[in-house]
């Protein structure tokens, strides 16, 4: 069954770098999602994207954030200039059609630890 | 806004018993989607189960079934005969039709069921 893959498993990162989490959503699908888990709280929301452009983002998805679809396969996360409080799981997901009805599908997570 | 609220952050059950997992969200919309997402230690979520808000019949997946309760904002999910590999983290989440071009979900916070030998 088709997967969305995502890496690194694992990135640690000097606070104030710039960091790049990449997925490859399942091939037949249009919408991608990015979410974080912090420890111990809840899965958030992020950013979705459709037809190479933000279709919605939380507030968390400031001006630091960013998403882009380079080549077709690839979804990436990119952080400017990490803080502290971005140490988090960041999930990627995608899904056919970006209604309720249709399942989202998520990728394994990468680790991100902000030193 | 959408809440999802998970308030048992963990429980056990012995293999090949009965346990129901606990679920209240909060929307003003009268048409949604209620999820519950299962994440075993290798990380990945999957989709475990899915009701949509305006049909009353309470979905199953096997040995999964849920009791939707629209008026009390309710979505429990019954696992029976659990197995050890049900041991898992289980999130509950809730989307809107149509939101935009896409439809976030927003989640609970997660519990983690243990299914003892």
């Known amino acids: 069954e088709p997967e969305v893959t995502q890496t690194p498993s694992h990135q640690v990162t000097q606070m104030g770098q710039e960091v790049i989490l990449r997925c490859v959503p399942i091939s037949n699908h249009l919408y991608f999602y990015w979410y974080r888990q912090i420890l111990g709280q809840k899965v958030e929301f992020l950013v979705s994207f459709y037809n190479n452009e933000i279709s919605e983002k939380s507030e968390i998805f400031d001006d630091q954030f960013s998403v882009e679809r380079p080549d077709g396969s690839n979804f990436t996360l990119k952080i400017r200039s990490t803080k502290l409080e971005d140490s988090a799981m960041y999930f990627c997901?995608?899904?056919?059609?970006?209604?309720?009805?249709?399942?989202?599908?998520f990728g394994d997570g990468t680790r991100l630890s902000i030193l | 806004a959408q809440t999802v609220t998970q308030s048992q952050p963990e429980m056990s059950v012995q293999e090949a018993e009965t346990v129901t997992l606990s679920c209240t969200y909060d929307?003003?919309?009268?048409?949604?989607?209620l999820f519950w997402y299962k994440q075993p230690p290798s990380r990945q979520m999957i989709l475990v189960i899915r009701q949509e808000a305006y049909k009353q019949q309470n979905a199953t997946e096997n040995r999964f079934s849920v009791n939707f309760q629209k008026a009390a904002k309710s979505f429990s999910l019954k696992i029976s005969d659990s197995q050890l590999g049900d041991t898992a983290m289980y999130f509950c989440?809730?989307?809107?039709?149509?939101?935009?071009?896409?439809?976030?979900?927003?989640f609970g916070k997660g519990i983690t069921l243990s299914v003892r030998p």
């Open positions: 989440a809730l989307s809107l039709p149509n939101a935009g071009a896409n439809s976030k979900l927003t």
């Open positions: 929307t003003s919309e009268s048409n949604y989607y």
């Open positions: 997901a995608s899904s056919t059609a970006g209604t309720g009805n249709q399942p989202q599908h």
